[in-house]
Nanobody, 120 residues
Framework: VQLQASGGGLVQAGGSLRLSCAATTTIFSADVMAWYRQTPGKERELVAGFTFNGGTNYADSVKGRFIIAEDNGKNTVYLQMNSLKPEDTATYYC???????????????WGQGTLVTVSS
């Protein structure tokens, strides 16, 4: 079971990008999904995510600019990033926690990372 992320790229400051992430198999049922980001030498940080009660959390630095959305039926999560700033430059990772429907084991999955570069 894997997560496949896409949508990164190079964009000018003030521009927008939309990241997508989907589980590659139907045997996984996600409970919560989230996006993290990481820059060299720094710890991975939460950008936006869903909570177990259906709410959302955003890093203060992205509130009002980024929107997380999901399609539960497709185990897919999106991150709409608007008004991008150079400090948003990072590798973005999707994360999902949920159930393997075959083994009934609880899993935490990470996507492979997609690079977002915002030029000034």
């Amino acid at each position: 079971v894997q997560l496949q992320a896409s949508g990164g790229g190079l964009v000018q400051a003030g521009g927008s990008l939309r990241l997508s992430c989907a589980a590659t198999t139907t045997i996984f049922s996600a409970d919560v999904m989230a996006w993290y980001r990481q820059t060299p030498g720094k710890e991975r940080e939460l950008v936006a995510g869903f909570t177990f009660n259906g709410g959302t959390n955003y890093a203060d630095s992205v509130k009002g600019r980024f929107i997380i959305a999901e399609d539960n039926g497709k185990n897919t999560v999106y991150l709409q990033m608007n008004s991008l700033k150079p400090e948003d430059t990072a590798t973005y990772y999707c994360n999902a926690r949920g159930l393997n429907l075959v083994t009934m084991g609880y899993l935490e999955l990470w996507g492979q990372g997609t690079l977002v570069t915002v030029s000034s």
